[in-house]
């Protein structure tokens, strides 16, 4: 059974059984989270979700992601500024889906 569900702004395509990268999620690892905002479920679109259907997920672990760097110059003022950024994650394992 394959679906797309909405979580963190992005969408998914997912089936049973699948490891996925999402945003942060306010949830202890280890417990299971359920998705209603569904938008396709094996040949069934919604208007925009599908009525009654649910992804169950069960919370891996958090994260963070490989450090990025952002670099801001401005030309001939002697002006640079060097960051960096790790962007937090949740990785979910998908369970059960409902359609």
Do not use: W
């Not at 969408?11 to 905002?37: H, N, P, R």
């Amino acid at each position: 059974m394959k679906a797309i569900f909405v979580t963190g702004g992005k969408q998914y395509y997912v089936s049973e059984g699948d490891k996925i990268y999402v945003e942060k999620l306010d949830v202890e690892a280890g417990k299971d989270i359920t998705f209603d905002k569904v938008l396709f479920v094996d040949g069934k679109s919604g208007m925009p979700y599908v009525d009654g259907a649910t992804v169950v997920c069960t919370v891996e672990k958090h994260g963070k992601n490989k450090k990025i760097k952002v670099f801001k110059y401005k030309p001939k003022k002697k002006y640079r500024k060097t960051q960096g950024h790790r962007q937090p994650y949740t990785c979910l394992v998908v369970k059960k889906i409902h359609g």
